[in-house]
């Protein structure tokens, strides 16, 4: 299973890598935070200034998914991809 998850998250990674951005803003924080998650799991740095807005919503939308099983960050990942850029990765 995890062998086919992974597939599937790397053929959606390479579709999202391939499209650019995502239609919107939250899709892309959605992914950014999800693909984090599925690869590097829970965050450890320190949230950043309210002031330096990317960074900080970035950690906000990496720090969501705390608690997120790898494999849990990757179907996710795969069904944002799949909606966001109508696609069947």
């Given at each position: 299973?995890?062998?086919?998850?992974?597939?599937r998250?790397?053929?959606?990674?390479?579709?999202?890598?391939?499209?650019?951005?995502?239609?919107?803003?939250?899709?892309?924080?959605?992914?950014?935070?999800l693909?984090?998650?599925?690869?590097?799991g829970?965050i450890?740095?320190e949230?950043?200034?309210?002031?330096?807005?990317?960074e900080?919503?970035?950690?906000?939308a990496?720090?969501g998914?705390?608690?997120?099983?790898?494999?849990?960050?990757?179907?996710?990942?795969i069904e944002t991809?799949?909606?966001a850029?109508?696609c069947t990765?």
């Open positions: 299973m995890h062998g086919e998850i992974s597939e998250f790397i053929s959606c990674r390479n579709v999202s890598a391939k499209y650019g951005c995502p239609p919107s803003v939250s899709d892309g924080l959605e992914l950014y935070g693909l984090k998650q599925a690869t590097k829970n450890s740095k949230k950043p200034s309210a002031f330096n807005l990317v900080s919503a970035k950690w906000s990496w720090n998914k705390k608690g997120m099983t790898k494999e849990q960050a990757m179907e996710q990942f991809v799949k909606r850029y109508s990765c």
